[in-house]
T-cell receptor, first 113, second 116 residues
Framework: GNSVTQMEGPVTLSEEAFLTINCTYT??????LFWYVQYPGEGLQLLLK?????DKGSNKGFEATYRKETTSFHLEKGSVQVSDSAVYFC????????????FGQGTILTVHP | DSGVTQTPKHLITATGQRVTLRCSPR?????VYWYQQSLDQGLQFLIQ???????AKGNILERFSAQQFPDLHSELNLSSLELGDSALYFC???????????????FGPGTRLTVL
């Protein structure tokens, strides 16, 4: 079946540090890939997406590239801010589904001033 | 604010009881999804409805059921509750549903269920 694996967390960084959160997936066909962010006490928000191989999703300084050869979709940001502290989820939607999402386990990011 | 509302925000109940969680999708969205977020299982897809009809089913227990009403709001019914059902239950909605197209899902704030 489909699955998503994220790097073990939590991740603690100082402000302006470089962020990488690893994500790899297993899926049949051609899935779409997503990063969602969950701020404390809130629901999930779509951060960025990529729908085909080599696509790069980007938003708010975050980027992730769909790498089919390595089945990966790693999230990166060049300079994190305290306001980026949240839980980040990698997810996929199989190409032959009606849109249901399969999520990774989530990575807690804490950024200190 | 995503435009998706969920009630109640918190729910505390006892084992063996039955509860109903309610979700109102964004205006114009026809598709509703339910997800369960727990410490041991993570975020799991439960079930999806589109315009009143069940469209996809995930790891939903037989003790759980859902429906989508003509006004498009949805309810998730959980019965014979067990301690392990304690979790955050999210509803999400999207404009439509197409077998080969992803429609962005907008998530509600969730209902936190505690079973004592």
């Amino acid at each position: 079946g489909n699955s998503v694996t994220q790097m073990e967390g939590p991740v603690t960084l100082s402000e302006e540090a470089f962020l990488t959160i690893n994500c790899t997936y297993t899926a049949t066909g051609y899935p779409s890939l997503f990063w969602y962010v969950q701020y404390p006490g809130e629901g999930l928000q779509l951060l960025l997406k990529a729908t085909k191989a080599d696509d790069k999703g980007s938003n708010k300084g975050f980027e992730a590239t769909y790498r089919k050869e390595t089945t990966s979709f790693h999230l990166e940001k060049g300079s994190v801010q305290v306001s980026d502290s949240a839980v980040y989820f990698c997810a996929l939607s199989p190409g032959t589904s009606y849109g249901k999402l399969t999520f990774g386990q989530g990575t807690i990011l804490t950024v200190h001033p | 604010d995503s435009g998706v509302t969920q009630t109640p925000k918190h729910l505390i109940t006892a084992t063996g009881q039955r509860v109903t969680l309610r979700c109102s999708p964004r205006s114009g969205d026809l598709s509703v999804y339910w997800y369960q977020q727990s410490l041991d299982q993570g975020l799991q897809f439960l079930i999806q409805y589109y315009n009143g009809e069940e469209r996809a089913k995930g790891n939903i227990l037989e003790r759980f059921s859902a429906q989508q009403f003509p006004d498009l709001h949805s309810e998730l019914n959980l019965s014979s509750l067990e301690l392990g059902d304690s979790a955050l239950y999210f509803c999400a909605s999207s404009v439509g549903t197409s077998r080969n197209t992803y429609n962005e899902q907008f998530f509600g704030p969730g209902t936190r269920l505690t079973v004592l």
